[in-house]
Every structure is written in structure tokens, then in C-alpha cells.
């Protein structure tokens, strides 16, 4: 009975002749951990923004409201305090609207500059990485080519 043959040596000899470069696969994971920073601070302070413009218009509702709360002596003077509410409400809603649309904007620039930027990286080690696998990989045909023909 034959023994089938063993593709172990085979395998590993091959491998050997066209070797992997880990290093370009770590400086890819260190490029993209860069840049996960990056987008993950500018989220960050997207929402720390918010969340004070929100508590900001929070507070100067409540205030208002305690203005339009107090008794009056006259039917009137209701009115006149919820126009008044009214009016401050669409001000501030206005105004609060606004700081928001800045912070979207200020996010907006800020991650078009970061991919921009993350672009120009992964280009440059792409770059570099085939480049290096290219004169290996030149390097390891002509080895086998000078083994071969002997």
C-alpha cells in the first residue's frame, strides 16, 4: 500500500519563499487605532456640546416658566405673560437651534479633515507595503529561479 505523500515540507517551504511582512499589518492596526481616537474624541465633545446646549435651554425654560407662573392681578396680564413666553420660547428655540447646527458643522469639518488625513495615511503604507512585498517577493522568485536551475 503507498503512503500518501506529506505536503507539510512542501507547505512550509513555500511559505518560506514568499514571506509575510507582519510589520506592515501592525503599522495598518496602529494607523486605524489613530484614527478611531480621533473620531471617538471628536464624537465626544460633539455630545459634551450638546448636552450642555440642551441643559443651557433646559434652565432658560424653566426660568420663563417660573415667570409665566406667578399669580396676576389682572385677566390680562395672562395674556400678555404667555405672548411673552411664547415669544421667548421661539427665541430660544432659535438661538439653541443654532449652537446645535454649530457643533453639527464643527463635526462635520473635523471628521472630513480626519478621513482626508486617514486617506493620505493608508495610501502612503499601502504605498509602502507593496512596495517591500514587490522586492520580496522579487527577491524570492529569483532565489528560486537561481535554485532551480541548478
Given at each position: 500500500?503507498?503512503?500518501?505523500?506529506?505536503?507539510?515540507?512542501?507547505?512550509?517551504?513555500?511559505?518560506?519563499?514568499?514571506?509575510?511582512?507582519?510589520?506592515?499589518?501592525?503599522?495598518?492596526?496602529?494607523?486605524q487605532a489613530a484614527m478611531t481616537?480621533?473620531?471617538?474624541?471628536?464624537a465626544l465633545e460633539a455630545a459634551?456640546?450638546?448636552?450642555?446646549?440642551?441643559?443651557?435651554?433646559?434652565k432658560d425654560t424653566i426660568a420663563?416658566?417660573?415667570?409665566?407662573?406667578?399669580?396676576?392681578?389682572?385677566?390680562?396680564?395672562?395674556?400678555?405673560?404667555?405672548?411673552?413666553?411664547?415669544?421667548?420660547?421661539?427665541?430660544?428655540?432659535?438661538?439653541?437651534?443654532?449652537?446645535?447646527?454649530?457643533?453639527?458643522?464643527?463635526?462635520?469639518?473635523?471628521?472630513?479633515?480626519?478621513?482626508?488625513?486617514?486617506?493620505?495615511?493608508?495610501?502612503?503604507?499601502?504605498?509602502?507595503?507593496?512596495?517591500?512585498?514587490?522586492?520580496?517577493?522579487?527577491?524570492?522568485?529569483?532565489?528560486?529561479?537561481?535554485?532551480?536551475?541548478?
Amino acid at each position: 500500500m503507498q503512503k500518501p505523500q506529506d505536503f507539510t515540507k512542501v507547505m512550509q517551504d513555500m511559505m518560506a519563499a514568499f514571506p509575510v511582512d507582519a510589520s506592515a499589518m501592525q503599522d495598518a492596526f496602529k494607523t486605524q487605532a489613530a484614527m478611531t481616537e480621533k473620531m471617538a474624541k471628536v464624537a465626544l465633545e460633539a455630545a459634551e456640546k450638546s448636552t450642555e446646549i440642551s441643559s443651557r435651554w433646559t434652565k432658560d425654560t424653566i426660568a420663563k416658566i417660573g415667570a409665566l407662573a406667578k399669580a396676576k392681578d389682572e385677566p390680562t396680564e395672562y395674556t400678555k405673560a404667555m405672548t411673552d413666553f411664547a415669544s421667548a420660547a421661539a427665541e430660544m428655540a432659535a438661538e439653541h437651534m443654532a449652537a446645535f447646527a454649530e457643533v453639527a458643522k464643527k463635526v462635520q469639518m473635523e471628521t472630513v479633515e480626519l478621513m482626508m488625513a486617514a486617506g493620505k495615511d493608508f495610501s502612503e503604507d499601502a504605498t509602502a507595503a507593496v512596495k517591500k512585498a514587490t522586492a520580496e517577493a522579487t527577491t524570492a522568485a529569483k532565489k528560486a529561479t537561481a535554485t532551480a536551475a541548478k
